[in-house]
Nanobody
Framework: VQLQASGGGLVQAGGSLRLSCAASGNIFSINHMGWYRQTPDKEREVVAIIDRGGNTNYPQSLKGRFTISRDNTKNTVYLQMSSLKPEDTAVYYC??????????WGQGTQVTVSS
């Protein structure tokens, strides 16, 4: 499984941004897809997870501002981010796992929120 993330960039605080992540390869083996983020001074943290059935999971701190969705026909997962804050600045990584519990990671995409 290969994951290609896109959509990062620079946005002002309060703005919105949508990230996309397209999966290729053995896509039928993919179970969960999701997004993580990391800054130089913090460990990588989960942002949002969605399973093949569309069930989602978010950390409490991000509920209401971030929305993950998935289009299984396009093998793509999206992360809609709104009301962005400077503390959302990070490298965002797309991730997936398969039914054999193997993990896959895409390249990171930088999101910078200016104050």
């Amino acid at each position: 499984v290969q994951l290609q993330a896109s959509g990062g960039g620079l946005v002002q605080a309060g703005g919105s941004l949508r990230l996309s992540c397209a999966a290729s390869g053995n896509i039928f083996s993919i179970n969960h897809m999701g997004w993580y983020r990391q800054t130089p001074d913090k460990e990588r943290e989960v942002v949002a997870i969605i399973d093949r059935g569309g069930n989602t999971n978010y950390p409490q701190s991000l509920k209401g501002r971030f929305t993950i969705s998935r289009d299984n026909t396009k093998n793509t997962v999206y992360l809609q981010m709104s009301s962005l804050k400077p503390e959302d600045t990070a490298v965002y990584y797309c991730a997936a796992d398969d039914y054999d519990h193997r993990d896959y990671w895409g390249q990171g995409t930088q999101v910078t929120v200016s104050s």
